[in-house]
């Protein structure tokens, strides 16, 4: 299959188990190719699901607010600036 690659993997010790960089440039282009031919799908799965769990949520409760006197009291409430 890759008659230029002498030796994909190794023996412990001599440099780590897998030659990373010689596989990759063998495997990268058809293994890229088919994840770009699987996105559409995939992200129609993923969207799929995610409009399943929205559909299935109730509303969230609303956070509870510091007691007087107690530790978080003096905090002044979170400012976010956009």
């Known amino acids: 299959m890759a008659p230029e690659v002498t030796r994909w993997f190794y ?3 001599e440099g780590g188990l ?3 960089p ?3 440039k063998e495997i990268g282009p058809a293994y890229g190719q088919a994840l ?3 996105l559409p799908n995939l992200v129609a799965q993923l969207d799929a699901e995610l409009a399943a769990r929205d559909a299935d949520r109730g509303p969230e409760p609303e ?3 510091p007691r007087p006197g107690g530790p978080l009291s003096g905090l002044q409430p979170l ?3 956009g």
């Open 36 to 38: 770009r031919s699987s």
């Open 18 to 20: 897998v030659d990373f």
């Open 11 to 13: 023996e412990m010790g």
């Open 79 to 81: 400012v976010i600036v």
């Open 63 to 65: 956070l509870r607010k």
């Open 22 to 24: 010689a596989l990759m």
